[in-house]
């Protein structure tokens, strides 16, 4: 028995369109055995044709836009505006990782000549796909975290095929999303079940389970990502499990830039805190400042004009207005509006000063999924510093500064990066570029793995393992390793 | 109450030294506690400076080389030969680190300059080292996997503090190390606690626990390791374990090489079996050969020629007699002979055909450690390929082939490729050359973490994790993100 799946419009709260059937157990024992059967064809596919299949899968879902952001809309409420955005943002990381493939950056080839002097063999080290994987999609990010994500996009890239367990806020744009990567697949010859999607709750669990499945990619809540996380330590051969999870994103104010900018300080906190509603996994919830009265009245001022969207779901909905609930002891910096929509929510800011904060941290620092924030006064940046140091994991801390204050940039910058994975100098935590270089990752509790991100080029090496090859022959070594190098990778050889 | 830990001898059974005291639980938490406080200054050493005291620990342990093989022979029955040997892969392995230190290969830096044109920021990542750890010695490599070995040397070059549990088989030798160890990083001028030693079983849970642990390395046992990861990831905060744990590492022998290398290839097979009295991670414990008498003839031989030393301890000695026993029923190739020593055993070899194997593998999977073979008889390559199939992860596989069978060897690379960490070419997995392209890892229950390797360059990167730097001004980068490059690393640049 399995329990249906349907969406609704959080802006009425009405169903959105019919409700889809959970996955029962066997079919996605069949969805799984599929990828499995894919795998072989998919991995062994040369790079630069599976980064071709990466730009038709980008193409086919630029075709589809207008469905998709009018069926994602109707889901989720995040506007066209965003939501047009973020399938340009899906697209661009299909290609980006196309553009990885096709310069061979993935293959992190190692060689080691034979050396007779030391007894050595030729040792030759790549990176190959891992199999088939799972990947759960995110609530708040239909497109760039869900089925076409950048979690299925850096696998597909690596040569793994991809079983997504669908979010249950936004079923119909989940099968949506897969019926146009299917289709783009099998019009590029590739079979379709390189993609598979399952629905519900139970599907999850049965997915995690599945022998096939070689590793886990999940975006999602603390609670959630742990039980699938354990499940995944549990099985009979643990399999790895990239969660990222729930995140503060410290954000500190140093007394120059307190007293520089307080007005676009406080105008661009407003709004990164309100941003999607506050529903990103960088949301600053979390800012240290001076005990400073015009900083802090210019953020009641800005915190007071702002007004949100509806949140994603009514349970999501529920959860802020528990969260907030449960700061109701503390002193309120300010209120925002709940805009229109029937799950629409009051953005909320309180305030404490560094002590009660040291006092007791875990009391603070648990994630409120949504436009709530903390503001902690402190009155020393020694006194900062020491803050600081009270807090767990987060995907980012940032810092604002003057160029008169190097010394205390730095010193909170140091107090930070061993807590973060992205280190921000007078920017803001929302909005992840997706290049190269990002890292979307951090300690325990934003990530389960604090060594890969799932943003960047190298979000791939969470769908890869090394593999060595020793003493082949020339003509049976992968091209990747060969002497003459023909794919003209870099390479590193040892000296 | 901790139990004290005794080594013996070998080859009389008798006590070597006094027992050592196992760790209480507060000792570990002081041990742990001052590994903490020690990684600030460890990690923020330049990587040159590191380099130069990871030289200096490898002059220290050369400079000890007999004491060292004295003692270890004493516990291990190992003989000097192969233990002056190991204490050179074991310096060998510091000085690979310190090299790779000095070219900048550990950073992985990438740097995506900002695109105003996509509104994307300046974002450089580099790696940096993830805190204290926690490494679990093995059995069989007092040295090269011990207090001083792999695992160690590769955490203390990527700036980790290194809390060793030290195996029961060696405590006298592995006293020894660290106090070497320690007092070169004090003569270098760092904190001794760079590394801690603790010994016993309980002590290797509480290592485990322990909140200033970051990760965890560990080489032994499927059972042991399994524990310690199941530990590991029910921290309230999990760490990565990166266990190596049991494998059979299966050997191939196609039918051409067989004819026209019998004798060579039956020689180097039993070679390769009971060296070192076949306690190695990569002993060959299944090989694949034609059904070919004259190969068959050959191998019973030479196995029979063969005559093993002491196993290192009277559990290992009584796990091997045991696991053989679980294997009577099966025909019988060869036995060797037990040589000398208390603990000494008889090479033992198994024959079966594909179909007797293929229908129950588990039955001939488990790895028997010492110097246990199971020959698999197949009647074509075909179906020698399906059998393959049939089989758990290991660290390596084999193939012998002439130059005229390049069809099947690339048949069973490509059977064995999804199953194993390194492919061999005409060689034996036994012996694995410590170079920056070697891989030792492989799929559960190969390893808990295929991605990652613990020996090569590249095991270094068990004990990192990424940051990005998001718009920060030049003088406040990490100078290996700097734009001037002033350390002259190798890096990465978006185009």
Known sequence: MTVDVQGYNPRTGAPVGDAVAGTPTDEVDRVAGAAAAAFPAWSGLPATDRAGVLDALAAALDDGADELVAVADDETALGETRLRNEVGRTTGQLRMFADLLRRGLHVEAIISPADPAVARPDVRRMLVPIGPVAVFSASNFPFAFSVAGGDTASALAAGCPVVVKAHEGHPQTSVLVARILRGALAAAGVSEDVLGLVHGFDAGGALVRHPAMRAVGFTGSLRGGRALFDIAAARPDPIPFYGELGSVNPVVVLPGAARARARDIATEYAGSLTLGAGQFCTNPGLMFVPDDAALLAALAEAVRATSTGPMLSERIRDSYVDGAAGRDALPSLAEGAAGEGAWSVAPRVWQVDAATFAAGPDRFTEEIFGPAGL??????????????????????????????????????????????????????????????????????????????????????????????YQGWPQHLLPPELRDHNPLGLPRTVQE
Chains 1, 2 share one sequence.
């Open 375 to 468: 503001v902690v006064t402190y009155a020393s940046v020694a006194e900062l510093v020491s803050t600081l140091s009270h807090m767990d994991g987060s995907l980012t801390g940032s810092v604002h500064a003057t160029e008169d204050e190097p010394d205390d940039a730095a010193a909170v910058a140091a107090a930070l990066g061993p807590l973060v994975g992205r280190l921000i100098y007078n920017g803001w935590p929302t909005g992840v570029a997706v290049c190269w270089a990002m890292h979307h990752g951090g300690p325990w509790p934003a990530t389960t793995a604090s060594g890969h991100t799932s943003v960047g080029g190298t979000a791939i090496r969470r769908w890869q393992v090394p593999i060595a």
